[in-house]
Every structure is written in structure tokens, then in C-alpha cells.
């Protein structure tokens, strides 16, 4: 069977987020994409005035594929799932920062694992600006807390997945945020040292999907108080390398393809 590439490439995050926000992007930008947004838009009943967006760290599509029902978490409060096309290099820093600002890595300027601060305008800026509350929930030494840093918004910095999505859950039961960004990479750390199909990887899995599934719980209590938009958004995926271990950062499929899911909450 030939492989394929997914068709929209990540850089589009950023539009489709600020779009169902209500927020315009500069227009150098990667645009969103018309009918998602259309149809985020009906289910949110407007745009929503909160975003929460978790990005567990190199589920790959093929984990999707192969594993569907680890999903089902996501599943439980997700009614859009979109194919989306990793960046080249196909590594966290080069892939999150073409998602926070809609641009290609030549343009935002990372184009291999290096964790600059970012100096243009990213979803971060835009959302100040716009004076919206931000909290970036991350792990120990996430590449958010690198390539994001700088800004007037609030860093909470983790020792592991667990205590990301208690310290989530805390901000979103305090109402405190109009826009979280959780990063969690226990499966990119398990898939890297056990392989990306390694029990321990696949257990990450879930652990994610559950915190994710307990980040929406916390969210549908305040539905009517609040229009959320949720997602679940890996940057990449994986492969397996010799000696049982995993890596990302090629052409294959299976770090380039990768599945978002979406919610309206
Ligand atoms: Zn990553």
C-alpha cells in the first residue's frame, strides 16, 4: 500500500484558533480553513471566548490507526477529527512554532531542533493584544517555555504529564485563563526510549488521553458560562528505530502524519 501524505499542514493552527475566537491574524499568515471554522463556529453558537488547547507530543497518526480505541477519551468529547501534515523537520520546536505563528519554518526561522525565543508575532502576541488572559501549562524543559518565552503571560512549569493536567485543571476551576496551552510529551519520552508501539509508549497514550478526558470534564461543568474551544494537537509522530527505540524529524509518514481532534464546549 502506498503511503500518502496528510493534505493540510500545520501551520493552519493558528487561523483555525484565532478564527473561532473572533481574533483576526496578520496576513502574512496561514489562513484557517473555511469549513472547519464554519462548522466550529455552529457548534461553539459564535465564537468561543475561551480556548484550551492540549498538545500531546508525538502521537502520530499510525498510533491513531493502529490503536483506535486509546482514543476513545478523545473521542468522548470531540466532534472533529482532522488529518494534518507535520513540518519539515518533523521536531517539536520547528512544528509548534509553524503552529503558533501560521508560518513555514523558513519564515518564523526554526528549522531544526533549536529552541530559540521566538521574536515575530505569535498566537501568544496576538492574544495579548487582544487582552486576553494566557497560561502556557508545560513539562520540565518543554520547548514552549524555550521558544515561547518573553511574554506577559504566566508560565507553569511541571515535573511530568500528571502534574500538567492537575495544574490545568486547577486554572480552569479558577476560571483564571481566556487561553491555556498544555504541553505533555510522556509518550514522545516513552516512544523515544521503548519504541513508538513499546507498552510503556502506548501506556502514555492513555495517560494522556485520560488528562485530556479530565480537562474536558472540567470544561463541560461550565458550559453555558463559557464557549470553549478544545483541542487535542500532536506535532508530530514517531517511527521505529534499530534497537527497539524511536525517533521523528524524517520524511516518513509516521512523523509527518498526525491526527487534531477538535471540541466546542
Ligand atoms: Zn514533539
Known amino acids: 500500500m502506498a503511503d500518502h501524505y496528510n493534505y493540510y499542514e500545520l501551520k493552519h493552527f493558528a487561523g483555525i484558533v484565532a478564527d473561532a475566537m473572533g481574533i483576526a491574524l496578520p496576513e502574512s499568515y496561514a489562513p484557517t480553513i473555511g469549513w472547519l471554522s464554519e462548522i466550529l463556529r455552529g ?9 484550551v488547547l492540549y498538545h500531546a507530543d508525538a502521537v502520530g497518526m499510525h498510533i491513531w490507526q493502529k490503536y483506535t480505541p486509546l482514543f476513545a477519551p478523545v473521542y468522548a468529547h470531540t466532534s472533529l477529527a482532522v488529518p494534518f501534515l507535520s513540518t519539515v523537520e518533523s521536531v517539536t520546536p520547528v512544528a509548534h512554532a509553524s503552529m503558533y505563528t501560521g508560518l513555514d519554518p523558513a519564515e518564523h526561522g526554526i528549522q531544526t531542533y533549536v529552541r530559540p525565543q521566538l521574536t515575530c508575532d505569535t498566537l501568544f502576541d496576538v492574544w495579548l493584544r487582544e487582552g486576553r488572559r494566557v497560561a502556557i501549562v508545560a513539562q520540565k524543559d518543554s520547548t514552549f517555555l524555550h521558544i515561547f518565552a518573553g511574554r506577559d503571560l504566566e508560565y507553569y512549569e511541571c515535573e511530568n504529564a500528571v502534574a500538567v493536567q492537575e495544574k490545568s485543571l486547577e486554572l480552569i476551576g479558577t476560571d483564571r485563563y481566556d487561553a491555556i496551552s498544555i504541553h505533555t510529551f510522556d509518550y514522545d519520552n516513552a516512544a523515544h526510549a521503548y519504541g ?32 470553549t474551544l478544545l483541542t487535542y494537537s500532536p506535532d508530530h509522530g514517531q517511527h521505529p528505530v534499530m534497537g527497539g527505540r524511536g525517533a521523528h524529524g524524517s520524511k516518513q509518514t509516521e512523523d509527518m502524519n498526525i491526527l487534531h481532534f477538535f471540541a466546542a464546549i
Open 43 to 51: 457548534r461553539l453558537g459564535g465564537t468561543a471566548d475561551r480556548a
Open 196 to 227: 513508538p508501539e513499546s507498552k510503556e509508549a502506548l501506556n502514555a497514550v492513555s495517560l494522556e488521553a485520560e488528562g485530556f478526558h479530565r480537562l474536558a470534564e472540567a470544561l463541560e461543568k461550565t458550559r453555558g458560562a463559557h464557549r
